[in-house]
C-alpha cells in the first residue's frame, strides 16, 4: 500500500492543489492512505492565514470529502503544526473545535524569525544550525505530537552542505527523543525535487536512527503543486530500502501499524 502523510492543498497559502485533485491523484494512483497537513503556522505570518477563520471550512470541506471518496481511499485530517512547542495553546484552542486525526509538527523558523524551510536569505552559520536542531530538540521533546516533520529542512536549497558534524550529538538527541517517545519520524522527500536532491532527514542520519533503535518512520511528498504529488514516491523507498529500512508505518486510530515495502 502507498501512503503519503504530508499534503498541502488550498488552505495553505503556498500551495495550487485542492483536497479533490489530491484525492483523485492518490486513488488513480494506487494509494490506499493520504493524510492533508494543512500549514498551522502562528510564527509565520506569510504562511499563517489559517487560524479560526479557515479552520472549520477545511474540516467541513474535508468531512465531505471523506463521504465522497467512501472506501475509495482513506483520507485523514491533518495539519502541519509550525513550532508547535511554541505555540500550543493557541494552537489547541482552534484544534479543540475538531481535533486533527495527525499532526505533523515542524520548525520552519528560528526564534527570532531567520527562515529554514525557503531557499535561504544569508549564508547559513553554525549558530543557525544549532539553533534549528535545538529547536527541533525542544519540539521533539514536548511530543505532543504523531510525526516530526522534515527534519534537516535548512539543506533542502543547497548543493552542496556545509559540514555539520559539530551538531551531531545534538541530532542524536533528537533521534534517541524521537525512539524514546515513540514519535514517529518523516521521510519527506519534497527535497528530491530541489537543488539537495536528496531525502530529509539525510541517509546518515536516518542510518544513525535505526542504529538508535527508531522503526517508526513514514512518508510525505509535502506536496503544494498537483505534478509533485508521488513524483518521487519510488526514489524515496529504493533509498530506504538501501538503508535497512522493510517497513513504514500508517496511522490507524491511534496506533502505527507497519506496510511492507
Ligand atoms: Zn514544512
Ligand atoms: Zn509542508
Not at 463521504?67 to 503544526?81: K, S, Y
Not at 545534538?170 to 527523543?177: A, G, H, K, Y
Amino acid at each position: 500500500m502507498k501512503i503519503d502523510y504530508h499534503l498541502h492543498a488550498d488552505y495553505s497559502a503556498d500551495s495550487s492543489n485542492t483536497m479533490r485533485g489530491l484525492a483523485r491523484s492518490a486513488i488513480d494512483a494506487g494509494y490506499g492512505s493520504i493524510a492533508f497537513t494543512e500549514h498551522f503556522d502562528f510564527g509565520q505570518f506569510d504562511l499563517c492565514e489559517f487560524g479560526l477563520p479557515a479552520y472549520l471550512p477545511y474540516w467541513r470541506e474535508f468531512d465531505a470529502l471523506r463521504r465522497e471518496t467512501g472506501d475509495a481511499i482513506e483520507l485523514l485530517f491533518g495539519v502541519e503544526a509550525g513550532e508547535y512547542h511554541r505555540h500550543w495553546r493557541a494552537a489547541d484552542a482552534i484544534f479543540a473545535f475538531h481535533p486533527p486525526e495527525i499532526i505533523v509538527a515542524s520548525i520552519h523558523m528560528s526564534p527570532d524569525g531567520f527562515n529554514y524551510s525557503m531557499p535561504l536569505t544569508r549564508p547559513i552559520t553554525p549558530d543557525d544550525i544549532r539553533v534549528y536542531y535545538q529547536e527541533n530538540l525542544d519540539l521533539a521533546e514536548f511530543g505532543r505530537f504523531d510525526v516530526l516533520g522534515h527534519l534537516g529542512i535548512w539543506k533542502r536549497y543547497l548543493r552542496s552542505v556545509p559540514d555539520e558534524s559539530f551538531a551531531a550529538p545534538l541530532i542524536d538527541e533528537v533521534l534517541r527523543t524521537l525512539v524514546r517517545r515513540e514519535t514517529v519520524l518523516e521521510v519527506n522527500y519534497s527535497s528530491l525535487r530541489k537543488p539537495l536532491n536528496d531525502i530529509l532527514p539525510q541517509p546518515a542520519h536516518l542510518a544513525r536512527f535505526r542504529e538508535l533503535g527508531g522503526r517508526l518512520i513514514t512518508i510525505g511528498s509535502d506536496a503544494h503543486a498537483p505534478e509533485q504529488f508521488d513524483d518521487h514516491y519510488d526514489r524515496c523507498l529504493d533509498i530506504l530500502r538501501s538503508l535497512g529500512f522493510s517497513e513504514i508505518f500508517r496511522k490507524r486510530g491511534s496506533d502505527w501499524e507497519a506496510i511492507q515495502i
